[in-house]
T-cell receptor
Framework: DTGVSQNPRHKITKRGQNVTFRCDPI?????LYWYRQTLGQGPEFLTYFQNEAQLEKSRLLSDRFSAERPKGSFSTLEIQRTEQGDSAMYLC????????????FGEGSWLTVV | QKEVEQNSGPLSVPEGAIASLNCTYS??????FFWYRQYSGKSPELIMFIYSNGDKEDGRFTAQLNKASQYVSLLIRDSQPSDSATYLCAVTPQGGSEKLVFGKGTKLTVNP
C-alpha cells in the first residue's frame, strides 16, 4: 500500500524565489489537502481538493500561494516570491469521500527560506 | 479563544503507566475528533478517531469524547518509551468545512 508521497522532502531557497511542491495521494483517494506546520504549532489548513476541484481555501493562502490538481490525481503547491515567514513544513494529506474526514498525511516537505 | 486547546506539556510518565492527554474545543457543533501522533521531525500519524460520546478503544489506546463538556481525551495504557512523541488533537468544525483544526499538541515523554 503506497502512502501519500511528497517531494522534494527538503528545499532551501533564497528569499524572493519561487518554489513548487508536489504531492501524490494514496491511490483511489479523491480528496487531497494541503496543510502548513511551523515549529511548536499544529498543522494549519491551507486548501482542499475533491478530484480536480479546489473546494476550500484558507485565508492563510495569500495571493503568493497557488495550488492545482489538474487531473484529479497529483497536486502541486507553488509559493511565489518566498518570504522568510514561509519557512515551514508543508504537509499533503488525502482521504476518501465519505470517510468522515479521516485524512492521512505524507512525510511533508520542509521549506527553509534564507 | 483558541479553537482547539491542549496542554503543551511536556507530560512525563514512567514506562508502564497510563498517559492521559486532554483536549478542549470551542465549536460546539464539531462532529469528528481525531488524535494524531507526531515524532520529532516527522509528519503526523493518525492513531484514533471518534465521532460519538463515550469511549473508543483500540489496543493500548482509548479515546474519550464528551460533547456536552466539549472535551476529548486520549489514554495510553502500558506506556512505552516508543510512545514518546507529540500528540495532536484535531476536530472538524461545523458548517460543512472539510478542514481539520488542530491543537498545538502535547509532548509526551515516557521514561524507561
Amino acid at each position: 500500500d503506497t502512502g501519500v508521497s511528497q517531494n522534494p522532502r527538503h528545499k532551501i531557497t533564497k528569499r524572493g524565489q519561487n518554489v513548487t511542491f508536489r504531492c501524490d495521494p494514496i491511490s483511489e483517494h479523491n480528496r487531497l489537502y494541503w496543510y502548513r506546520q511551523t515549529l511548536g504549532q499544529g498543522p494549519e489548513f491551507l486548501t482542499y481538493f475533491q478530484n480536480e476541484a479546489q473546494l476550500e481555501k484558507s485565508r492563510l493562502l495569500s495571493d503568493r500561494f497557488s495550488a492545482e490538481r489538474p487531473k484529479g490525481s497529483f497536486s502541486t503547491l507553488e509559493i511565489q516570491r518566498t518570504e522568510q515567514g514561509d519557512s515551514a513544513m508543508y504537509l499533503c494529506a488525502s482521504s476518501v469521500q465519505g470517510s468522515g474526514n479521516t485524512i492521512y498525511f505524507g512525510e511533508g516537505s520542509w521549506l527553509t527560506v534564507v | 479563544q483558541k479553537e482547539v486547546e491542549q496542554n503543551s506539556g511536556p507530560l512525563s510518565v514512567p514506562e508502564g503507566a497510563i498517559a492521559s492527554l486532554n483536549c478542549t474545543y470551542s465549536d460546539r457543533g464539531s462532529q469528528s475528533f481525531f488524535w494524531y501522533r507526531q515524532y520529532s521531525g516527522k509528519s503526523p500519524e493518525l492513531i484514533m478517531f471518534i465521532y460519538s460520546n463515550g469511549d473508543k478503544e483500540d489496543g493500548r489506546f482509548t479515546a474519550q469524547l464528551n460533547k456536552a463538556s466539549q472535551y476529548v481525551s486520549l489514554l495510553i495504557r502500558d506506556s512505552q518509551p516508543s510512545d514518546s512523541a507529540t500528540y495532536l488533537c484535531a476536530v472538524t468544525p461545523q458548517g460543512g468545512s472539510e478542514k481539520l483544526v488542530f491543537g498545538k499538541g502535547t509532548k509526551l515523554t515516557v521514561n524507561p
